[in-house]
Each structure stands twice: as structure tokens, then as C-alpha cells.
Nanobody, 123 residues
Framework: QVQLVESGGGLVQAGGSLRLSCAASGRTHRSYVMAWFRQAPGKEREFVAAITWGGDSTGYTDSVKGRFTISSDNAKNMVYLQMHSLKPEDTAVYYC????????????????WGQGTQVTVSS
């Protein structure tokens, strides 16, 4: 199993920035792709961004392109989500996830999840 712990969430004003961190431990050799998902109140969990540990592939949902950047540090087993120009609609619990299969936005392919960190953006 891969254990994931998110941190960095908080309350910010619209237009502000936050950097989320995800620390991976355990059987990290089984992890191939890391991703961020989020779930807003009353909505389904949605894909935000993903990255391969090698950093050769990244992907984003359209609503965050140009504002969010996903990155990883293999040596530290860390994944980050740098968020800029935050909007109230970005308010959600953000989850870190790991997949040992392939690069995908399908949450069903991710088998390890963190507890989540709350991001609240005020208008």
C-alpha cells in the first residue's frame, strides 16, 4: 500500500495562491502516476491534475489550465499542486491519489488516496 498525506490547504481570498503538498510513503515503488482530485459541496469528485513520477507527462482539467501546476520530487516522494488566481469555484476538499496502472483522469484507476485537505476561496 501507498500512504498519502496532504497538507497546505486553507482559506484565501479570490485571486490568491496556495501550494498543496502530498507526501507518499510505504510501497511507493508501486506508484506510477500521482494525481489531485477535488470534491466541492454537493458535487461529485472531479479530476484536477496528474503527473507521472518521471515528470514526462502532466495533465489538467480545463478549468484549472494556466492557473494550477502539478509537480513532483522523486527523491522526497512528494507531489505538489501550486494554485494561482484562485476562484470561489475552486473551493473543495482536495485529495491526493496514486495509481500503479497508467496516466488517466479516471478515479477508478487510482487505488491509494489521502485524507484530503480543505481549500476555501472567499469572494
Amino acid at each position: 500500500q501507498v500512504q498519502l498525506v496532504e497538507s497546505g490547504g486553507g482559506l484565501v481570498q479570490a485571486g490568491g495562491s496556495l501550494r498543496l503538498s502530498c507526501a507518499a510513503s510505504g510501497r511507493t515503488h508501486r506508484s506510477y502516476v500521482m494525481a489531485w482530485f477535488r470534491q466541492a459541496p454537493g458535487k461529485e469528485r472531479e479530476f484536477v491534475a496528474a503527473i507521472t513520477w518521471g515528470g514526462d507527462s502532466t495533465g489538467y482539467t480545463d478549468s484549472v489550465k494556466g492557473r494550477f501546476t502539478i509537480s513532483s520530487d522523486n527523491a522526497k516522494n512528494m507531489v505538489y499542486l501550486q494554485m494561482h488566481s484562485l476562484k470561489p469555484e475552486d473551493t473543495a476538499v482536495y485529495y491526493c491519489a496514486s495509481s500503479h496502472t497508467y496516466f488517466t483522469a479516471n478515479q477508478g484507476e487510482y487505488d491509494s488516496w489521502g485524507q484530503g485537505t480543505q481549500v476555501t476561496v472567499s469572494s
